[in-house]
Every structure is written in structure tokens, then in C-alpha cells.
Nanobody, 127 residues
């Protein structure tokens, strides 16, 4: 099992930027998928961005709503996942969660594809 701890959330005005971090500990094996999800009040948890690693191969995917504004990346030496969020909008306000799965068959933004979750960090964007 992998333990995930998010940090970096906060409050920002529309148009601003934030960078979220997710520190992973525990044993993992390739292919290893990690992703960011978010959940706004009264809404379903949705996938925002994902990244997979298989040896030196790495791939990313994004939800249409964040393409061109968010960037997911990973420091494999430190086991830290990042989400750089630029041009933030009020509709990006949500609790953001980090998720992971070892032995993933394909990179996905479906909640059911991930088995390990962090506790979440709040992001609030004001207009």
C-alpha cells in the first residue's frame, strides 16, 4: 500500500497560480499511475490529470477543463507528484486529492482505477 500526503492548497484570486504536491511513500511497481482528482461541494469527484511510468516511459493525460492551464509532473527520485495550476478560475475551487495505483493497465482519470488516496487539500479561487 502507498501512503499519499498532499500539500500546497490555499486561496488565490482568479488568474493566479498554485502548485500542489503529493508525497508518496511505500512500495510501488511499474506500470505506476498517479493522478489528481478534485471534488467541489455537491459534485462528484472528477479526474483532473494523470501520469504513468513504465521504466523510462512516461505519459500524461488531462481533463478538457484544465488542458493548457494545469501541468502534472513527478519527481521520481523524491517520489513527489506535482500539479502546477495556472490561470485559475473560480470553478477550479475544490478539494484536490492525489491518487495512485501500482500495476495499472492503462492511464485513466476514472476514480475506480485508483486504490490509494491522500486526505485532500483545499483550493479556493475567488473572482
Amino acid at each position: 500500500q502507498v501512503q499519499l500526503v498532499e500539500s500546497g492548497g490555499g486561496s488565490v484570486q482568479a488568474g493566479g497560480s498554485l502548485r500542489l504536491s503529493c508525497a508518496a511513500s511505500g512500495s510501488t511497481y511499474d506500470p505506476f499511475c498517479m493522478a489528481w482528482f478534485r471534488q467541489a461541494p455537491g459534485k462528484e469527484r472528477e479526474g483532473v490529470a494523470g501520469i504513468t511510468r513504465y521504466g523510462r516511459y512516461e505519459s500524461t493525460t488531462y481533463a478538457d477543463s484544465v488542458k493548457g492551464r494545469f501541468t502534472i509532473s513527478r519527481d521520481n527520485t523524491k517520489n513527489i507528484l506535482y500539479l502546477q495550476m495556472n490561470s485559475l478560475k473560480p470553478e477550479d475551487t475544490a478539494v484536490y486529492y492525489c491518487a495512485s495505483r501500482s500495476g495499472c493497465s492503462a492511464l485513466s482519470l476514472l476514480r475506480s482505477a485508483y486504490g490509494d488516496w491522500g486526505q485532500g487539500t483545499q483550493v479556493t479561487v475567488s473572482s
